[in-house]
Structures are given as C-alpha cells and as structure tokens.
Nanobody, 115 residues
Framework: QVQLVESGGGLVQAGGSLRLSCAAS????????MGWYRQAPGKQRELVAR???????NYADSAKGRFTISRDNAKNTVYLQMNSLKPEDTAVYYC?????????WGQGTQVTVSS
C-alpha cells in the first residue's frame, strides 16, 4: 500500500505561483509512476503531470511551459511547481501513485486562483 499526503494548496492571484508537495509513505523508487491530477467543479478529473520511476515526464497541454513535476528521493516526495497561474487552474489537486497494479490517491488540496 501507499499513503499519500498533499500540501501546498491555497489562494493565489492570477500570475502567481504555488508549489504542491506529495509525501509518500514508501520509497518513491518503488513506485512505477507518480502524478498530479486535478478536478474542477462540474468537471472530470484530469491529468496535469506525471513522472515515472525512470524519470520520464509528461504534461497536459494546459500545463506545458508553466508547471514542473519533480521529486526528492530522500524525502519520498513529489512536487508540482505551478507558475503563471490562471483562474482556470482553480481545482482540487490530487496526487496519485501507481504501485503494483493499483492506483493510490491522496486526499486532495484546493488551489484557487483569483482574477
């Protein structure tokens, strides 16, 4: 099993930045893929960015050039640096980990971007 705890959400003005953190309960070396998803009110959950154990990344088109996913292996933590935030980035952001044949989710952290 993997427990995930997100932090770092909050309220920010458009154009601002936030860094989300996701702390995993086990070594992230053992986790196939870790990623960030988001869900806005009335919309489906969507991928924002993901990072494989081999270091490969991919991003949603909306995140390219503005968001960066990274990891700190010593802290078993994955980050999402979000720059140039827009009101349409407002959502609950979830951390996810694919371990074995299961996907584990964090509890989510709210990001609100005011115009």
């Amino acid at each position: 099993q993997v427990q995930l705890v997100e932090s770092g959400g909050g309220l920010v003005q458009a154009g601002g930045s936030l860094r989300l953190s996701c702390a995993a309960s086990r070594s992230i070396f053992s986790i196939n893929t870790m990623g960030w998803y988001r869900q806005a009110p009335g919309k489906q959950r969507e991928l924002v960015a993901r990072l494989t154990s081999g270091g490969n990344t991919n991003y949603a088109d909306s995140a390219k050039g503005r968001f960066t996913i990274s990891r700190d292996n010593a802290k078993n933590t994955v980050y999402l640096q979000m720059n140039s935030l827009k009101p349409e980035d407002t959502a609950v952001y979830y951390c996810a980990a694919v371990y074995g044949f299961k996907t584990y989710w964090g509890q989510g952290t709210q990001v609100t971007v005011s115009s």
